[in-house]
């Protein structure tokens, strides 16, 4: 929780100095910049597994999970009081 509110605040200070030097970005960039920095590609994209993990599908970049796509079941016994989930 304490490391969230940090990085908030940091990001806040940044935007904010970026917003006093007179920077001259497009609203485009603008929102490209705070998406980035706040890190909405992360749970906000579909996923494609690779060797190296599952990384963004940057072909659907914030586009959510696919409609048609069905949640993947759980092993039993994942979730639970002795599991990690």
Known sequence: M???VALLLSALTALSSC???GDT???VERGKYLVMA???TD???PKRLT???P???TTRL???YPAGSTVPTLPKRLIGPTAWG
Do not use: N, T, V, Y
Request: glycine letters at 20%.
């Open 43 to 45: 749970c906000h994209s």
């Open 25 to 27: 970005m497009s609203p």
């Open 19 to 21: 917003a006093k030097s």
């Open 62 to 64: 914030l586009s959510g």
């Open 51 to 53: 060797p190296q993990g």
């Open 55 to 57: 990384i963004p599908d």
């Open 38 to 40: 706040g890190g909405c």
């Open 2 to 4: 304490f490391g969230a």
